[in-house]
């Protein structure tokens, strides 16, 4: 979490890159507050807000909706994503502030005790501290109010199965049967990442004194169920539900988006040198013929470790579809994450 924080990381590049969260995911979570014993909508908190891409998503729901972050460089830019869209009607009939602070202490940013309906962290609770969460947590919630946490794991090329291999091999830590120069899994912070890769499994159960009831784990897997998900209980409540995060981009849409992943920053600090690799030749030509439409696109030049492992994407695409596909930088691209989602809701009395 630190690389965010960091003055050097571009925010705006990373809103414009990243997946969107689609609606679904929010009438999930919304349907699950309606379904409390005094469901109110007054209060929203996204902790670890970022750029603000979930927060203005509870606008339509909620008079008030506050975005939470340690980062400034990511509250200034979803300060300016906020203005941009004033003319939006959904967020203009919410206010909204975006405010410093962290999951594990929200005093400074939400002093008020039990006055929030909804507690929200997109892609942020892999980070938190959960003995000191779930106490602030309890403390800002009403009784009755909800608490949803989701992460997205590791992207897919929906049409591409077989690249799968390649894309955990780039992610993994290092390890046996893994190369180096292939892999950045080991410069992604942990155990925080880990925790995400395995879908907020390790997140512990809220303590009885902060009155929040037992999780409710959901996985917007399909059928590709991760062996550390206990399959057979969750199928039994529902908890296995279709994929619904997807995007179709650019090919070159995909490569703006690896270079926003934390662990490459941290890798080319560490290994400065692997930015003068020799130029990697693959679509050499293919790419030549792609004129730039402006410096906001991502540099296909070059030989670093995100253009191999780019272009080693593109070529297991077409040996999947017998040299068929279309992988020139424009071309477009299936891409799908799962989604972890953890809920509960904070019980009107103590446990007895």
Not at 153 to 163: G, I, K, Q, V
Not at 229 to 236: F, H, I, L
Request: charged share 25%.
């Amino acid at each position: 979490m630190a690389t965010f924080a960091k003055s050097t990381f571009n925010a705006a590049s990373y809103a414009a890159s990243r997946p969107t969260y689609p609606v679904e995911l929010f009438e999930y979570i919304f349907d699950y507050h309606k379904r409390g014993p005094a469901p109110r909508w007054e209060r929203a908190v996204d902790v670890g807000c970022g750029t603000g891409q979930a927060t203005v998503r509870l606008a339509p729901r909620f008079k008030e909706c506050i975005g939470v972050d340690p980062s400034a460089g990511m509250l200034e830019k979803a300060r300016a994503s906020l203005k941009a869209s004033q003319t939006n009607s959904n967020v203009g009939k919410s206010v909204m502030d975006f405010r410093v602070g962290g999951g594990e202490d929200l005093r400074g940013a939400i002093p008020e005790k039990g006055s929030v309906d909804l507690v929200v962290a997109a892609q942020a609770a892999h980070w938190f501290d959960w003995s000191k969460t779930w106490p602030e947590v309890s403390r800002v919630l009403r009784p009755g109010g909800t608490a949803a946490f989701w992460i997205y794991a590791e992207f897919r090329l929906t049409d591409f199965p077989s690249a799968t291999p390649i894309i955990e091999d780039y992610m993994r830590p290092l390890g046996p049967g893994c190369d180096p120069a292939r892999s950045i899994g080991a410069h992604f912070e942990r155990p925080g990442r880990t925790i995400l890769e395995r879908y907020l499994v390790d997140v512990p159960e809220p303590p009885p004194e902060t009155r929040l009831q037992a999780l409710d784990r959901v996985y917007f897997c399909g059928d590709d169920i991760p062996p550390f998900v206990d399959a057979t209980t969750v199928q039994t409540k529902g908890h296995i539900q279709p994929i619904l995060m997807s995007k179709t981009m650019r090919w070159r849409d995909l490569l703006g988006y690896f270079h926003t992943f934390s662990a490459l920053h941290t890798y080319h600090e560490r290994y400065p040198a692997d930015l003068e690799s020799p130029p990697d030749t693959r679509f050499a030509e293919l790419d030549g013929a792609t004129k730039d439409a402006g410096s906001d696109e991502p540099s296909m030049e070059g030989g670093d470790i995100a253009i191999r492992f780019w272009k080693d994407l593109r070529q297991a695409a077409l040996d999947a579809s017998a040299g068929k596909a279309p992988v020139g930088p424009v071309h477009k691209v299936r891409v799908h994450w799962p989604v972890a989602l953890i809920l509960t809701r904070k019980s009107a009395t103590p446990a007895a």
